[in-house]
């Protein structure tokens, strides 16, 4: 079965703390993709990972992706509480033919 | 990116009626695709609406149950038929960018309630 596992799927931080959560994935695709969702909100795309070893920072996110451990991480650096929400994970399965499959998403929640 | 808007944003339902959920898109857009979030869940794919021809529906997705219109590359329609209380979920249609691979951006979502 393919999977997109993300962990942990709740975090809650402390402001100023660095955290990183997972994405794992069981496909062969090169491309990874990190959204995020604020309660009741639609979903942001964060960040478009097209490469193996591909690295990419917006603020204090930032996302990479191993395609060979078929792994992708996203670092979170000195934690603020305007970062609290859910952040998904989606792989591609390889096909260019637009359709995404997320993860279950990581909770995360900022306290001060 | 696009601008996406959905209708109804809302709404609460009669069990085994239907609903069609409106997605417009201010431009025009090669794909579009239909998402079914159930509450505190992940996101799972639907269908994608193909202008001109018939939805491509996901495993465990049928056009019966969630027909899929497609008329322009600006619009389309998602009916959730014969509803019932396992239906509630927020259903959000996606356009894929302009750029960046399968990078899609989302509609606002619609909060369906079946009782």
């Known amino acids: 079965e393919l999977k997109v596992e993300q962990n942990p799927l709740f975090l809650s931080m402390q402001e100023g703390k660095n955290y990183t959560i997972y994405c794992n994935y069981s496909?062969?695709?090169?491309?990874l993709y990190w959204y995020r969702q604020d309660p009741g909100k639609s979903l942001e795309s964060l960040f478009v990972l097209l490469s193996n070893g591909a690295v990419k920072q917006e603020g204090r996110l930032m996302a990479s992706l191993d395609t060979k451990a078929r792994l992708s991480t996203l670092h979170i650096t000195a934690a603020v509480h305007d970062l609290s929400a859910t952040y998904f994970c989606a792989d591609d399965r390889g096909s260019t033919l637009g359709r995404l499959y997320f993860g279950r998403g990581t909770q995360l929640t900022v306290w001060p | 990116s696009a601008v996406i808007s959905q209708k109804p944003s809302r709404d609460i339902c009669q069990r085994g009626t239907s609903l069609t959920i409106q997605c417009q898109v201010d431009?025009?857009?090669?794909?579009m695709f239909w998402y079914r979030q159930q509450p505190g869940q992940s996101l799972t794919l639907i269908a994608t609406a193909n202008q001109g021809s018939e939805a491509t529906y996901e495993s465990g997705f049928v056009i019966d149950k969630f027909p899929i219109s497609r008329p322009n590359l600006t619009f389309s329609t998602l009916t959730v038929s014969n509803m019932s209380p396992e239906d509630s979920s927020i259903y959000l249609c996606?356009?894929?960018?302009?750029?960046?691979?399968?990078?899609?951006?989302f509609g606002p979502g619609t909060r369906l309630t079946v009782l």
């Open positions: 496909t062969t695709s090169d491309r």
């Open positions: 431009s025009q857009v090669t794909m």
């Open positions: 996606s356009v894929l960018g302009q750029g960046t691979y399968n990078e899609q951006f």
